[in-house]
């Protein structure tokens, strides 16, 4: 069965940090570029990082500097490494496997066909 599954979410004081997972399974792992997406209430859902089959990353502006994407093909495992934690990383986090393989990473939405059923990452004091 096709599947991503986050786990690691929780509540964080600023400046904490907090390690997302993303178990995958039914599908050719090493073959697929994997995103982290976030979504907070109110706001469009926003390409955070991803990670190339080839293991190339990207991340959005405002987390560059503090977070850090990684994948484990052995372990069928993408983990998302959230460092110096801000109120407005709140969200939503979701996981996403790229439609197509072998392709160079992107942040874009829409490039992504499954989807993780998402975990809670809330930054307050």
């Known amino acids: 069965q096709l599947q991503l599954v986050e786990s690691g979410g929780g509540l964080v004081q600023p400046g904490g940090s907090l390690r997302l997972s993303c178990a995958a399974s039914?599908?050719?792992?090493?073959?697929?570029?994997i995103g982290w997406f976030r979504q907070a209430p109110g706001k469009e859902r926003e390409g955070v990082s991803c990670?190339?089959?080839?293991?190339?990353?990207l991340y959005t502006d405002s987390v560059k500097g503090r977070f850090t994407i990684s994948r484990d093909n052995a372990k069928n495992m993408v983990y998302l490494q959230m460092n110096t934690l801000k109120p407005e990383d709140t969200a939503v986090y979701y996981c996403a496997r790229s439609v197509l393989t072998y392709r160079g990473s992107t942040l874009d939405p829409s490039q992504y066909g499954v989807w993780g059923q998402g975990t809670q990452v809330t930054v307050s004091s």
């Open positions: 990670i190339s089959s080839g293991g190339t990353t």
């Open positions: 039914g599908f050719t792992f090493r073959a697929y570029a």
